[in-house]
């Protein structure tokens, strides 16, 4: 960890005080962070706070390179700190000389355990696809608007998840139980009540919702579409406050007892799904109930678990103006980021609904097989996440190793997305009555394969490089691209959609995905890059400074 002494200029408060300094938040924890028990040619040492490392070594520079000091005590100083530097070089070199394939088995188990808490989800909403489209096209057209509004809107509030493994990590480092708590409450509060207000407001406004987005000509799937959202939107509030559990979880470093809770839930809408649907002939409006049932099971099992390691998971504190500022400021550039993907998600399913009742049923078990492959190339920037920003900024620290941690991302990244890319494309191609037995529905379904695999085959490499980048913490550049991947993505979905139908829209997301690949490729081996800049943790540390 280089700091360079002439170019730290801080505020003429801290030369007077240096012990005025406060304590950094935890800058360089993951986002989120799964973390099982790994072997330790790849574990990264957590013996001492991060943030505390990072005071010791400002109250280094600060105590003996400001004016109480004599030229020569800043000579020694520096020469003691050069001292310091070379004596971690060795562990530096060692890290550095573990190969490609070392890591990529070592990623490989890390990223395993956690691949099941991210395939829950989509599954449940494949399970729905393929129950209901065994039933009814129209019911199967009807799920597209329905899930935009149940599924893609609780990615607006993937921002409570965010924060609250971020805030919990931190606090644990500092070894604060007390603080833990407290963010737990804070943000359990925050959870219910944006849960309530979604409840509100899917019972409300859910039809008219529907109606705008579906438009006139496709006002049969209104009704099946709007009764599946107000039975789904009774478990909003469990559901946000679930996700708080969950990631206070995580962010303890505890990966299997939220994969418990889901894999439960699971199974209740699995068996759920087939006996209202199958059996007992309720179709769409059966599959809501199972789904939501499944989600307040899975909140609840959530809090116990979080109870269970000692802490109150249902006790709520009302936040301050200042902790809803630290919240949503620790987390607005990743909402922005999501906010820009959900968008372009929704509006495939926008164009896609003005192309009739077949275009639209083929469209929804397209997106979710979609949607059920790309999640096994999360893990892989939850990998980067939680490995990066101790090479990028910790006291071992190493640009070479990050660099080639990210080949090792990648490699396993390409690898994963052709096979994803193979399996998801032969699923739709070689079984679509697993999905309905509509030839018409099937017809449309095999039009698209070839953007299908484009797109899906690029996703896992995309997560990678987009993991790296929220581990060197270069959010803005990130929300500002996903931004701009949105603008023009849109204007090439109008295009392409009006001009080819469902072909198009799917090539549209095929450009979307490579684009958004390119520019973080682009940005990561750029010699101003994060892995490349050898000032980026002293500029880094310095603004960090500057803020305290």
């Given at each position: 960890?280089?700091?360079?002494?002439?170019?730290?200029?801080?505020?003429?408060?801290?030369?007077?005080?240096?012990?005025?300094?406060?304590?950094?938040?935890?800058?360089?924890?993951?986002?989120?962070?799964?973390?099982?028990?790994?072997?330790?040619?790849?574990?990264?040492?957590?013996?001492?706070?991060?943030?505390?490392?990072?005071?010791?070594?400002?109250?280094?520079?600060?105590?003996?390179?400001?004016?109480?000091?004599?030229?020569?005590?800043?000579?020694?100083?520096?020469?003691?700190?050069?001292?310091?530097?070379?004596?971690?070089?060795?562990?530096?070199?060692?890290?550095?000389?573990?190969?490609?394939?070392?890591?990529?088995?070592?990623?490989?188990?890390?990223?395993?355990?956690?691949?099941?808490?991210?395939?829950?989800?989509?599954?449940?909403?494949?399970?729905?696809?393929?129950?209901?489209?065994?039933?009814?096209?129209?019911?199967?057209?009807?799920?597209?608007?329905?899930?935009?509004?149940?599924?893609?809107?609780?990615?607006?509030?993937?921002?409570?998840?965010?924060?609250?493994?971020?805030?919990?990590?931190?606090?644990?480092?500092?070894?604060?139980?007390?603080?833990?708590?407290?963010?737990?409450?804070?943000?359990?509060?925050?959870?219910?009540?944006?849960?309530?207000?979604?409840?509100?407001?899917?019972?409300?406004?859910?039809?008219?919702?529907?109606?705008?987005?579906?438009?006139?000509?496709?006002?049969?799937?209104?009704?099946?579409?709007?009764?599946?959202?107000?039975?789904?939107?009774?478990?909003?509030?469990?559901?946000?406050?679930?996700?708080v559990a969950q990631s206070a979880s995580l962010g303890m470093k505890d990966s299997l007892g939220p994969l418990k809770s889901l894999a439960v839930a699971t199974v209740?809408?699995?068996?759920?799904?087939?006996?209202?649907?199958?059996?007992?002939?309720?179709?769409?409006?059966?599959?809501?109930?199972?789904?939501?049932?499944?989600?307040?099971?899975?909140?609840?099992?959530?809090?116990?678990?979080?109870?269970?390691?000692?802490?109150?998971?249902?006790?709520?504190?009302?936040?301050?103006?200042?902790?809803?500022?630290?919240?949503?400021?620790?987390?607005?550039?990743?909402?922005?980021?999501?906010?820009?993907?959900?968008?372009?998600?929704?509006?495939?399913?926008?164009?896609?609904?003005?192309?009739?009742?077949?275009?639209?049923?083929?469209?929804?078990?397209?997106?979710?097989?979609?949607?059920?492959?790309?999640?096994?190339?999360?893990?892989?920037?939850?990998?980067?996440?939680?490995?990066?920003?101790?090479?990028?900024?910790?006291?071992?620290?190493?640009?070479?190793?990050?660099?080639?941690?990210?080949?090792?991302?990648?490699?396993i990244g390409a690898i994963l997305g052709l096979l994803l890319g193979t399996v998801g494309t032969s699923v739709p191609w070689l079984f679509p009555y697993v999905f309905?037995?509509?030839?018409?529905?099937?017809?449309?379904?095999?039009?698209?394969?070839?953007?299908?695999?484009?797109?899906?085959?690029?996703?896992?490499?995309?997560?990678?490089?987009?993991?790296?980048?929220?581990?060197?913490?270069?959010?803005?550049?990130?929300?500002?691209?996903?931004?701009?991947?949105?603008?023009?993505?849109?204007?090439?979905?109008?295009?392409?959609?009006?001009?080819?139908?469902?072909?198009?829209?799917?090539?549209?997301?095929?450009?979307?995905?490579?684009?958004?690949?390119?520019?973080?490729?682009?940005?990561?081996?750029?010699?101003?890059?994060?892995?490349?800049?050898?000032?980026?943790?002293?500029?880094?540390?310095?603004?960090?400074?500057?803020?305290?």
């Amino acid at each position: 960890m280089a700091f360079k002494l002439s170019s730290i200029a801080l505020p003429t408060s801290l030369r007077s005080s240096p012990r005025q300094i406060a304590n950094p938040t935890l800058s360089y924890l993951p986002l989120c962070s799964f973390s099982p028990s790994l072997s330790p040619t790849l574990r990264l040492s957590t013996a001492a706070s991060p943030s505390t490392v990072q005071l010791h070594h400002t109250r280094l520079v600060t105590t003996r390179a400001f004016p109480s000091h004599g030229d020569g005590q800043i000579s020694d100083a520096f020469q003691e700190h050069k001292h310091e530097e070379s004596s971690s070089q060795g562990e530096k070199k060692e890290l550095a000389k573990q190969g490609i394939w070392s890591q990529i088995k070592e990623i490989v188990m890390f990223t395993a355990p956690a691949t099941g808490l991210w395939i829950c989800g989509p599954l449940m909403s494949l399970i729905d696809t393929a129950v209901i489209g065994q039933r009814s096209s129209l019911e199967l057209a009807a799920l597209g608007p329905a899930t935009v509004v149940c599924d893609y809107m609780s990615y607006v509030f993937m921002f409570l998840s965010i924060a609250t493994s971020n805030m919990v990590a931190t606090a644990l480092a500092k070894q604060d139980k007390e603080e833990v708590q407290h963010h737990i409450s804070v943000l359990l509060f925050v959870g219910l009540s944006c849960g309530i207000l979604m409840l509100l407001f899917t019972r409300l406004f859910g039809a008219s919702l529907i109606t705008a987005f579906t438009g006139p000509k496709n006002g049969h799937v209104v009704p099946a579409a709007s009764t599946y959202v107000k039975i789904r939107g009774l478990a909003w509030p469990a559901l946000l406050v679930g996700w708080v559990a969950q990631s206070a979880s995580l962010g303890m470093k505890d990966s299997l007892g939220p994969l418990k809770s889901l894999a439960v839930a699971t199974v209740i809408n699995i068996t759920g799904c087939i006996l209202l649907c199958t059996y007992l002939g309720y179709g769409i409006v059966g599959a809501a109930w199972a789904t939501m049932v499944s989600q307040v099971v899975a909140a609840y099992m959530m809090i116990q678990t979080l109870n269970m390691k000692g802490y109150n998971a249902l006790a709520f504190s009302v936040p301050t103006g200042k902790e809803l500022l630290n919240i949503f400021g620790l987390a607005a550039p990743v909402f922005l980021t999501l906010m820009s993907k959900v968008a372009f998600y929704s509006l495939l399913i926008y164009f896609a609904t003005s192309m009739g009742t077949n275009t639209m049923a083929a469209h929804q078990v397209m997106v979710q097989t979609y949607g059920m492959c790309t999640v096994w190339g999360e893990p892989l920037s939850q990998t980067a996440q939680s490995f990066m920003p101790e090479l990028i900024y910790g006291m071992n620290r190493s640009l070479s190793k990050a660099r080639l941690l990210l080949r090792s991302l990648l490699t396993i990244g390409a690898i994963l997305g052709l096979l994803l890319g193979t399996v998801g494309t032969s699923v739709p191609w070689l079984f679509p009555y697993v999905f309905t037995p509509d030839r018409m529905v099937i017809q449309e379904m095999h039009r698209v394969l070839i953007p299908y695999f484009i797109a899906l085959a690029i996703t896992p490499p995309t997560h990678s490089l987009e993991g790296t980048l929220l581990a060197g913490r270069d959010l803005r550049f990130i929300s500002f691209s996903m931004c701009g991947c949105f603008c023009a993505g849109s204007l090439i979905l109008w295009f392409l959609s009006s001009k080819f139908g469902l072909l198009g829209c799917w090539f549209s997301l095929a450009i979307f995905q490579w684009a958004r690949f390119s520019i973080a490729l682009q940005r990561l081996f750029s010699s101003k890059g994060i892995l490349y800049s050898e000032d980026t943790a002293d500029q880094y540390k310095l603004r960090k400074l500057r803020t305290a």
